[in-house]
């Protein structure tokens, strides 16, 4: 794989419109900025060819409906006895009284579509695990400084 052209397969399959890779950027769904620290090359490999077989802790889609009206979908980042906040793929931060929320489901579908990578090939592929797991070691040794 080639780290260049990773970044461009990463741009062009619209990752970036969910995940963020640097820790200075706006958090929306899952961070990728120490990917590799988690899974292994070939665990991420099947998280984004199959990403409904394994969901990571915490990204669960939620869908919450309230007494208005509004519906939104995201995922939780913090609950109490009394509220709900979600931060939707955009990075928006939502907060809902628990008195509020009519309808509250959880989503056994991630919000990465099956077959994103599909018309990549892959070389593609490759060259995007690289770029992830470089990006990773980028952000690591920057931590370490």
């Known amino acids: 794989g080639d780290f260049g052209r990773g970044e461009q397969v990463f741009k062009k399959?619209?990752?970036?419109?969910?995940?963020?890779v640097s820790a200075t950027e706006k958090p929306k769904g899952p961070?990728?900025?120490n990917i590799s620290a988690t899974y292994k090359r070939q665990e991420l490999a099947t998280a984004i060819l199959q990403?409904?077989?394994t969901i990571a802790q915490g990204f669960k889609t939620n869908i919450i409906l309230d007494v208005d009206g509004r519906m939104v979908t995201g995922y939780v980042t913090e609950e109490s006895a009394e509220q709900v906040v979600m931060?939707?793929?955009?990075?928006?931060?939502?907060?809902?009284?628990?008195?509020d929320i009519e309808e509250r489901k959880e989503s056994d579908l991630s919000s990465?579509?099956?077959g994103l990578v599909k018309?990549?090939?892959?070389?593609?592929?490759?060259?995007?695990?690289d770029y992830l797991e470089s990006v990773s070691k980028q952000n690591k040794s920057s931590v370490q400084k």
Do not use: I, W
């Not at 399959?13 to 963020?20: D, F, G, I, M, Y």
């Not at 939707?88 to 008195?99: C, I, R, S, Y």
């Not at 018309?119 to 695990?129: A, I, K, R």
């Open 13 to 20: 399959a619209n990752c970036v419109a969910c995940h963020t």
């Open 31 to 33: 961070y990728l900025g």
């Open 51 to 53: 990403p409904n077989k």
């Open 87 to 99: 931060r939707d793929a955009e990075g928006k931060e939502f907060t809902f009284a628990k008195q």
């Open 112 to 114: 990465m579509p099956e």
């Open 119 to 129: 018309d990549f090939s892959l070389d593609d592929l490759s060259s995007l695990l």
